[in-house]
């Protein structure tokens, strides 16, 4: 008798990696050759982190992606079962797992080289998603093929999140087709020159609008209504992640039905309790520590 599968709260679609992440005293210059103070091998990817930081949240998530059949790819899959992700719409072949490698100073700054030798982006009929149920669906641009054909079964039947890292042609492809954009500092500078500028702009591309700005927080808008939210007060240690914290907190939020400013307040603590741990998926807080920072930060700032 067929099993039925679960609804999902979350889907995230896009880019798994593996990372070595690398504890520096500094970045290299040329022809310098340096000592790491730790390293760090774990799972890794926007889609995939995200994935992983709504289950550690106690939502329903699965990972719709490529990993291959080696040993970064196997590591990956095993890591991504036992946080509890759904790893049965996961592609695995020869071509290699992506691999980055992130070198991380003391300031939490980080440089990260990204390896993909020839793996290529999947076809739109990769994966059957003709039975999949989710609440929730995000996106990171990686897999454009993949990810528009999804939006097109779902017929914006259920809340749709682009996480927008960076200005390439996956991201253009998904702007005007999402619910809710949420970008990164980085995506705002490439399309506009400034934040504010890119905010305008992309309002009219999509109806709900976020720019993240890192420790400066992060300002949004809504049809006319427009806002801005202060970051919470971390230490940072490794910034790895938090974007990809942020979007898997948002996007469960938004399966939750939270009210718009929790989804904020909710999406702002995962990215910066991220930041105050080594790694990104080391970081990805659970449902626990979320709510810590969370009311420590609305103790101290009444927001």
């Not at 990372?19 to 022809?31: A, I, K, Y």
């Not at 329903?60 to 991504?80: I, K, N, Q, T």
């Not at 914290?245 to 400013?261: D, E, I, N, R, Y």
Request: aromatic share 6%.
């Amino acid at each position: 008798m067929p099993t039925t599968r679960p609804c999902l709260d979350v889907l995230c679609l896009g880019h798994a990696s593996y990372d070595l992440v690398f504890s520096v005293p500094r970045h290299p210059g040329e022809d310098e050759k340096l000592f790491a103070d730790h390293l760090l091998g774990c799972g890794g990817g926007p889609a995939a982190n995200a994935a992983v930081c709504a289950a550690r949240l106690g939502y329903r998530s699965a990972f719709a992606g490529y990993l291959g059949r080696d040993v970064y790819g196997d590591s990956h899959h095993a890591e991504l079962e036992r946080t509890g992700v759904a790893t049965d719409l996961i592609v695995r072949g020869t071509s290699p797992t992506p691999l980055s490698v992130i070198l991380v100073k003391p300031d939490g700054k980080r440089a990260l080289l990204n390896y993909k030798g020839d793996t290529i982006v999947l076809p739109a009929d990769a994966i059957d998603f003709s039975d999949v149920k989710t609440k929730t669906v995000l996106f990171d641009g990686h897999e454009p093929q993949l990810s528009l054909a999804l939006l097109a079964k779902l017929g914006g039947a259920v809340p749709s999140v682009l996480d927008a890292g960076s200005l390439h042609a996956g991201t253009q492809a998904l702007l005007d087709r999402v619910d809710y954009l949420v970008c990164s500092e980085k995506f705002a500078l490439q399309y506009a020159g400034d934040e504010q500028t890119a905010l305008y702009l992309l309002a009219a591309l999509s109806p709900n609008v976020v720019v993240t700005l890192g420790e400066r927080g992060l300002i949004w808008q809504r049809g006319a209504e427009k806002g801005a939210l202060p970051a919470p007060p971390i230490t940072a240690v490794d910034t790895t992640g938090a974007g990809d914290a942020f979007h898997g907190a948002f996007a469960a939020a938004l399966a939750a039905q939270m009210a718009w400013p929790d989804i904020l307040h909710f999406a702002s603590a995962a990215g910066a309790f991220c930041c105050s741990q080594m790694g990104a998926r080391p970081g990805l807080p659970n449902r626990e520590q979320l709510q810590g920072l969370l009311s420590h930060w609305r103790k101290h700032t009444g927001c």
